[in-house]
C-alpha cells in the first residue's frame, strides 16, 4: 500500500488529505481561529470538586471549565519507608513488577497519554485516592489536554504528562518502558526495551517512554537525539511553569505542533511516497522540521505550483463533500446509511440494486464483506467515535459471520485510533468503540439545521395549517376586541390555506364572525408563523 499526504494551506485553515493508494483515507482539518487543544499543556486552575462523581471542573482559559477525572490524575507518591532494608526490598519488587508491566504495555499513536504503573505494591488508603483530598478550588494544577471540547462538553483533561515526539513519548510521571503494539517482532520489541533503558540510564532522564511504531529498526543514535529533545522540552515546560507561577489566571505553557508539523511527525512512514504541499512558507517550515526529525521524508517533500486546486487534482473536494452524506454507495449497488448522534453512531448496511448470482446468502454474505471495507474506511474519513453500533444484513451461516467479522477487523487494523468490537450478534448487530479525540467530521464542518433543528424532519404544511386554526380558536376566545386576524407564515403554508384549506377558512370566519387574512414571509421557515390581531 503506498499513500501519499496532501497538505493544503489557505488563509482561514490548514487541510491533510491522507491518500491510500489514490482514495481519500483520512482528512484532517484545523481553523486558524479555532486551533485544536489536544497536546496542549495548562496551569490551570480548579474552580470545582465534585466527590459525587470524583472529578473536578478546571480553568485552563478556554470558553468552558475543561473536566479532570480522578482515574486520570497520576498516582500519589509512595510514602519513603523508615526502614531501609524494607525499602530496598519493596524497590526490587517493584522493579519486577514493573518489567512484568513493560513486557504487556502497548501505545497507541494517539496524543493520550497512558495509564502510569503502579510504584508500589503497597494498598493506597481509600482517602488519599479521593479526589476531594487531593485538590481544592482555587489550586494551581498543570494539566494536559487529552479530549478536544465536543458540543456542550468542555476538553477532557490529565495530569499524567506526555511529550510525543517522532519516534518516542516521554511520560515524566511514569517509571517504565512501553512498545507500540504495533512492533509485533519480539526481537525488535527486546531491542527496543533494551537500548531505551541504557539511554535513559546515560542521560539520566526521570520518567518513562513509550516507543511509538515509527521506531522499528531506527538505529540507536536517531532514539538518543529524541531523548535529548524531549528532556530539553520538559526542562523547558518546567521553567515556564515556575516563571508564571505567580500569576492569577490560567496560562498555557505548552502548545501542540501544528497541523502540517504534526502530520509529518506522526502519519508519515515507510509506505509515504510524497508530501505535497501548496504554500511556499509551510513547504519550507515542513521541509526544515523533516530535516531535523523525519530525515528519511526529506527528499519526498514536493512543493505544488500549479494553477488548479491540489484537493481538486486528487478529487479530495469530492470526497469531503460525499463524506457528509447520509448514504454511502458500494461497487456492487448495496450501500451503507449513516446516523450520528449524541449517544452512538450506528451504521446500516442494505443490499440496495445488488441481486447476486447463486442464492440469498451468497448475496448478503458478499454485501456484508464489502461493507466491512467501507465501514472501516468511513470511520477514519468521518472520524467518528464513541459507541458504533453495525447492522449487517442477518446471515444463516455461522462461518460467514465469523469471515465478516475476521474482515472488519483486519480493516481496523489499519486505523490510528484505538477499536473494540465485539462478535456478530444473532440479530446481526456488531458492537463496537473507537477512541474519539476530537470532533468528528460532520460536527466540525457542519451544525444542526436551523429550520428542523437536528430533527431530520419537518412539519407537513397541512399540519402547520391546523395549528393555526387552533391558535386562531384561541386567540378569540381569549381576546374579544379583534375585528381581523392575519396570519403571517411560509408560502407553502399560506398556498394551502388559500386552495385545499380555503372550506375550512371560510367555516371558521363564519363561526368567529371575524375576517382572517393572510400574508407571506419568505423569511419563515415552514413551521414558523404569527397570528397577528387588528
Not at 14 to 23: K, M
Not at 408 to 423: E, F, R, W
Amino acid at each position: 500500500m503506498s499513500e501519499e499526504l496532501l497538505i493544503n494551506i489557505s488563509p482561514m485553515e490548514s487541510r491533510v488529505a491522507v491518500l491510500d493508494n489514490g482514495i481519500l483515507g483520512e482528512i484532517y482539518i484545523e481553523r486558524h481561529h479555532k486551533l485544536g487543544l489536544v497536546g496542549n499543556i495548562y496551569l490551570g486552575t480548579v474552580v470545582r470538586v465534585l466527590p459525587g462523581m470524583q472529578a473536578a471542573f478546571v480553568d485552563i482559559g478556554q470558553s468552558r471549565t475543561a473536566f479532570l477525572h480522578v482515574n486520570d490524575m497520576q498516582r500519589e507518591p509512595r510514602p519513603v519507608a523508615e526502614d531501609k532494608s524494607k525499602a530496598a526490598t519493596n524497590d526490587k519488587k517493584d522493579n519486577s513488577d514493573n518489567s512484568a508491566t513493560t513486557e504487556t504495555s502497548t501505545d497507541s499513536l494517539a496524543v493520550t497519554p497512558p495509564v502510569v504503573s503502579t510504584q508500589s505494591t503497597e494498598v493506597v488508603p481509600v482517602s488519599k485516592t479521593l479526589i476531594q483530598h487531593r485538590l481544592h478550588e482555587s489550586q494551581r494544577i498543570l494539566v494536559q489536554v487529552t479530549k478536544d471540547q465536543l458540543g456542550s462538553k468542555g476538553a477532557r483533561l490529565t495530569t499524567n504528562i506526555s511529550l510525543p515526539s517522532r519516534y518516542l513519548v516521554y511520560l515524566p510521571s511514569s517509571d517504565h518502558i512501553g512498545i507500540s503494539q504495533r512492533i509485533d517482532g519480539e526481537e525488535e520489541r527486546t531491542r527496543l526495551k533494551t537500548e531505551l533503558s541504557s539511554l535513559m540510564q546515560t542521560v539520566n532522564l526521570k520518567g518513562g517512554l513509550i516507543a511509538r511504531t515509527a521506531t522499528e529498526r531506527v538505529p540507536v543514535d536517531k532514539l538518543e537525539e529524541d531523548i535529548y529533545y524531549l528532556l530539553q522540552l520538559w526542562r523547558t515546560i518546567c521553567a515556564r511553569r515556575q516563571e508564571i507561577n505567580h500569576h492569577q489566571s490560567s496560562e498555557l505553557i505548552y502548545q501542540e505542533l501544528s497541523l502540517p508539523l504534526r502530520s509529518i511527525r506522526d502519519l508519515v512512514h515507510a509506505d509515504t511516497e510524497k508530501v505535497i504541499i501548496d504554500n511556499t512558507q509551510i513547504y519550507e517550515q515542513v521541509r526544515y522540521f523533516a530535516k531535523e526529525f523525519v530525515p528519511f521524508i526529506y527528499d519526498k517533500i514536493v512543493h505544488y505550483t500549479a494553477e488548479q486546486s491540489l484537493f481538486d487534482v486528487h478529487r479530495v473536494e469530492d470526497d469531503l463533500r460525499d463524506a457528509l452524506k447520509r448514504r454511502v454507495d458500494l461497487k456492487s449497488g448495496g450501500y451503507l446509511i449513516i446516523d450520528q448522534t449524541e449517544a452512538m453512531t450506528t451504521i446500516d448496511v442494505n443490499t440496495g440494486s445488488f441481486v447476486g448470482g447463486r442464492s440469498l446468502e451468497d448475496t448478503v454474505y458478499k454485501t456484508n464483506l464489502e461493507a466491512t471495507h467501507a465501514i472501516a474506511r468511513q470511520l477514519r474519513l468521518r472520524n467518528l467515535g464513541g459507541i458504533i453500533i453495525l447492522d449487517f444484513i442477518d446471515m444463516l451461516e455461522q462461518q460467514h459471520k465469523d469471515d465478516v467479522l475476521e474482515s472488519l477487523q483486519a480493516q481496523l487494523t489499519q486505523d490510528y485510533a484505538k477499536t473494540k468490537i465485539t462478535q456478530v450478534s444473532e440479530l446481526g448487530l456488531v458492537e463496537m468503540t473507537r477512541k474519539r479525540t476530537r470532533e468528528s467530521l460532520g460536527q466540525q464542518l457542519c451544525e444542526p439545521c436551523s429550520t428542523c433543528q437536528g430533527r431530520g424532519f419537518v412539519k407537513t404544511a397541512e399540519t402547520v395549517c391546523f395549528e393555526i386554526f387552533r391558535e386562531i380558536m384561541r386567540c378569540a376566545r381569549t381576546y374579544n376586541s379583534p375585528k381581523k386576524f392575519t396570519v403571517v407564515a411560509h408560502a407553502a403554508v399560506i398556498d394551502l390555506l388559500l386552495t385545499s384549506e380555503s372550506d375550512t377558512v371560510a367555516d371558521l370566519e363564519y363561526l368567529l364572525g371575524r375576517v382572517i387574512t393572510f400574508d407571506v414571509e419568505n423569511l419563515y421557515t415552514q413551521e414558523q408563523y404569527d397570528i397577528v390581531l387588528d
